[in-house]
């Protein structure tokens, strides 16, 4: 693939990227099911109980994670490093040496 068909491929990639984090981000903040869809994080740990004189295993909820918020942040970042090799020259070249 020659340089300047790559730097199309990663503008169009970056573009597509960009459409589906923008579309993610909308279903993300106002369709239920998916606003609503938050897993909770855990961390598992002994702890000492004092009636049973013994470690006992523990777990607590850290925080629940906005899946479909993080789904569209990475589609913003995958589209933004497309953008990234492509449109700065500099870089643009930086990319295609390291290619060759």
Not at 2 to 14: A, R
Not at 73 to 98: C, D, Q, R, T
Request: charged share 10%; glycine share 4%; net charge positive.
């Amino acid at each position: 693939m020659s340089n300047k068909k790559l730097k199309k491929f990663n503008l169009i990639m970056g573009s597509i990227h960009l459409v589906q984090a923008l579309i993610m981000l909308c279903m993300a903040l106002f369709v239920s099911k998916i606003a609503d869809y938050k897993p909770p994080v855990t961390t598992a740990f002994l702890a000492y109980n004092p009636i049973l004189n013994d470690l006992v295993s523990t777990t607590k909820v850290l925080f629940y994670l906005p899946f479909g918020v993080l789904v569209a942040v990475f589609l913003f970042i995958s589209a933004f490093f497309h953008y990234l090799v492509s449109i700065p020259k500099k870089i643009n070249l930086i990319y295609n040496e390291g290619l060759s």
